[in-house]
């Protein structure tokens, strides 16, 4: 017995051994990235030394004397947190995602391969200024110098993925600009399904998904309001996808911005908000930084990680923020293959040769994958991206056209005024932004920063022949004669991705914009107070209220109640929405009714005619599905309503709307119980942070990769922005990736918040740890004055020469 008991107790102990050694290793790998951000440390290059002071959140505030030793130390410290999602974007940008992935991102490494990105960068390195190009080599010294001496201290993912970073270049940071530009595109996501759907359903069905610009009013460049400076004539007309969501890597799609003068303040100063929308990820895409070269500049806001400047933010003139014009900036053409000779294409009146790249992509554990592209004189063949085998379809990207979004951001550290803003800005083009304004001074203003082709909407929104060249873009508007807006009448600038501006604009911008709840909303509660303050804008950003959804839920309620027994749980539902006040808040089970029959609504309404594929194809895009619901529901009589799969019967709007009531309520008690009132929306709209890694299961039950998750309250038509995919249940990884909201009176009393943290670092205490000032809706101070930021600093780093 005793040698049964001395073997069993061996046997745990070899066990329990064998446990805390692989939790250390782990541990280990976990936490050995994690930086110091206390002490001294000597870089190669540093003249004049450095101090870094972080807060209690670990924003870096970064004193420098020179700019050569401030982006040395910005480059240095941003890899210190963000250096693991720094070469993700790389390797997005680079095409080169299957070599840690492995064969499943071939297509997409593909793809993004076709968008020439790195050689629109060497393109744009070509042009940069001297004094640009040495700061984004100290930058990249920086980098590079964490990189070497942390080579048995990386971040977890990359020695999960068995791999080491290499060297930063300028070419990186530029690549982030035409990554940026892709992510706003709306074309990419929508013409090509709508080009499927018209062949299968015909032109007649088609309007019904395309936006109605006759119910669109509100325009962010307002004629009427008579400020408006369009006057500059044109110059004659020469030529001058899922996979990246799931990674965390897209950026612009939706967003707000306001800004009040003066005379709408409590301070006698501008207040300036923004806050931009996109894919909720950790770690977060947005890194807060504050920088500081003494005697010339103090700039801060929010960097992308992999490149210094700031990109959002204010310096100690102005402040600025931007949302997505919206600009449909990508068309596609229906290609002739000579029959006789396929590396060729027709155009105009002979052929032209195929340009083609052999591209080998490296695969993880696998031999390489040589594909070839072809590129006509627009584009990539991009038919095989888009699983179209019987026809040739090319595309033309506004990301390849000539501009320089690195001088604008570069020059924004020293712009005063206006006239300086407006020549920063005449550089912005591919990631087209309506970049809104302030400054110390007491303007306001905003400018459409866009790349607009100039050619037909007629043609806009089809994939369109490629041979004739009648559909070939006719050069780009000026940015003179781009919309834009400075001190008007009303004292107020606001967008939120919606129309740009009305009929009488002479240039055909978009038809893809956001429909104009957000806008009016924010315009309403602009209009409500004489003069406004922070707490205002800090209930404005947060705001949950929809009139959309408060008007739409009394008509619901108003079609189907008469029809409902009193006693149903159908009539407990629509009861609660006839006594609905449109508040979007997590504990509201009026809400969760609203929002689950808005889905099974265009579900009954759209699935039969479409089919799975193409419904989930074209509904999933949160964009698309708005402008389809409204056109059908103020359209009684649409084709779309009669149900397919009854050929014997007829269905009509009343018939949808009581069936999709049905089946709103039948989920509802499925998957939250058989009382009303505790169909609360935050039990259904919740907010989960996923890092890339964190969709293996094991993985994240190790390195706790992924956040949540959160009950949230609003949706895609409250200010307060948290979408979802309308095919699926109602969890959202989409929203405020920032709130700002900026002070010309006294920038110490600015406010921000991101919904993660400063470190990318999963088991640092700075990961997440702004997330619940975020679903709280509480702000930080966003201070700027070296004093203030001293006494109130958690960290102190100091970087000197190293002799």
């Not at 459409?448 to 050619?455: N, S």
Request: charged residues 20%; glycine residues 6%.
């Amino acid at each position: 017995m005793k040698m049964i008991k001395y073997g069993l107790l061996t046997l745990v102990i070899v066990a329990v051994t064998g446990m805390i050694a692989a939790w250390l290793f782990v541990h280990s790998i976990a936490t050995r990235a994690i930086p110091d951000y206390d002490g001294v440390v000597a870089l190669k290059g540093i003249t004049n030394g450095v101090t870094v002071y972080r807060d209690s959140y670990a924003i870096p505030h970064v004193f420098a004397k020179n700019e050569h030793d401030l982006y040395m130390t910005v480059g240095y410290i941003m890899a210190q947190d963000r250096l693991w999602q720094m070469d993700l974007l790389r390797r997005a940008t680079t095409g080169r995602l299957a070599e840690i992935f492995g064969e499943k991102l071939v297509e997409t490494d593909l793809f993004l391969r076709a968008l020439r990105m790195p050689e629109k960068s060497q393109m744009m390195l070509r042009r940069t200024d001297t004094r640009t190009r040495a700061m984004l080599e100290a930058f990249c010294d920086g980098v590079n110098q964490y990189i070497e001496r942390h080579t048995t201290r990386l971040p977890p993912e990359f020695v999960i993925l068995r791999y080491v970073p290499e060297q930063w270049k300028p070419e990186h940071s530029l690549n982030l600009g035409s990554f940026m530009a892709l992510d706003l595109t709306t074309a990419w996501k929508s013409e090509i399904v709508l080009d499927k759907l018209r062949r299968q359903l015909g032109e007649e069905m088609i309007l019904d998904l395309l936006p109605d610009m006759s119910r669109q009013h509100t325009v962010v460049y307002p004629a009427d309001d008579g400020t408006a400076d369009l006057s500059d004539p044109l110059p004659d007309l020469t030529d001058h996808a899922q996979v990246l969501r799931d990674l965390g890597l897209t950026i612009f799609t939706g967003s707000n911005n306001w800004a009040v003068a003066g005379t709408k303040s409590v301070t006698g100063k501008p207040i300036l908000a923004n806050d931009m929308h996109l894919g909720l990820n950790c770690p977060g895409i947005w890194y807060q930084m504050h920088q500081v070269v003494e005697g010339d500049f103090s700039v801060t806001g929010v960097v992308l990680p992999g490149q210094p400047f700031v990109i959002a933010g204010h310096n100690d003139r102005i402040a600025w923020g931007f949302t997505n014009v919206m600009v449909d900036d990508m068309d596609f053409y229906l290609e002739r293959i000579n029959p006789d000779n396929p590396s060729e294409y027709r155009y105009e009146t002979g052929w032209r040769r195929f340009e083609t790249r052999e591209e080998t992509i490296r695969v993880r554990d696998k031999d390489p994958v040589v594909h070839q592209l072809s590129f006509t004189h627009r584009g990539p063949i991009i038919s095989k991206i888009k699983q179209i085998t019987d026809r040739a379809i090319s595309m033309r990207w506004i990301g390849n056209e000539l501009s320089n979004e690195m001088r604008t951001v570069a020059l924004l550290r020293r712009v005063k005024n206006w006239k300086d803003f407006c020549n920063a800005f005449s550089t912005f083009g591919a990631t087209s932004q309506n970049v809104i304004y302030a400054d110390v001074d007491g303007n306001i203003g905003m400018y459409c920063a866009a790349l607009v082709p100039i050619r037909s909407s007629e043609h806009a929104t089809r994939i369109v022949p490629g041979w004739t060249g009648e559909c070939d873009w006719q050069g780009m508007v000026p940015h003179t004669a781009l919309p834009h807006l400075y001190n008007p009448a009303s004292g107020i600038v606001a967008s939120a991705n919606n129309r740009s501006i009305d009929d009488t604009y002479p240039h055909y911008i978009s038809r893809w914009f956001a429909p104009p709840q957000r806008i009016e909303r924010i315009r309403e509660m602009l209009a409500e107070k004489q003069t406004l303050s922070l707490d205002d804008f800090k209930k404005m950003q947060t705001d949950h209220y929809s009139k959309y959804a408060h008007t739409l839920s009394d008509e619901i309620a108003a079609l189907v109640t008469l029809s409902v027994p009193a006693p149903s749980l159908e009539r407990q539902a629509l009861d609660l929405l006839s006594a609905w006040d449109g508040m979007l808040s997590r504990p509201s089970p009026s809400a969760a009714i609203f929002e689950t029959f808005y889905c099974m609504f265009i579900r009954n309404v759209f699935a039969d005619e479409m089919g799975q594929g193409l419904f989930k194809e074209y509904f999933s895009t949160i964009l698309l599905h708005s402008h389809a619901f409204d056109n059908v529901w103020h359209d009684r009589n649409a084709a779309w309503y009669d149900n397919i799969a009854t050929p014997d019967t007829r269905e009509t709007f009343d018939d949808i709307v009581r069936q999709s009531v049905r089946d709103a309520v039948a989920y509802l008690k499925e998957t939250l119980g058989d009382d009303p009132i505790q169909w609360q929306w935050g039990r259904l709209h919740r907010l989960m942070l996923r890092h890339p890694l964190g969709e293996v299961a094991a993985l994240d039950a190790v390195f706790d990769f992924n956040r949540g998750p959160f009950e949230v309250g609003g949706s895609w038509h409250t200010v307060s922005n948290f979408s979802y995919d309308v095919t699926a249940p109602p969890e959202t990884d989409f929203g405020v990736s920032q709130r700002h909201i900026y002070s010309l009176a006294n920038w110490n009393d600015s406010l921000s918040v991101i919904p993660t943290g400063t470190s990318g670092i999963p088991a640092s205490t700075h990961y997440c740890d702004q997330t619940q000032l975020y679903l709280t809706h509480t702000y930080h101070r966003d201070l700027v004055d070296r004093k203030l930021i001293e006494k109130d600093a958690v960290y102190t780093l100091f970087i000197k020469g190293e002799k």
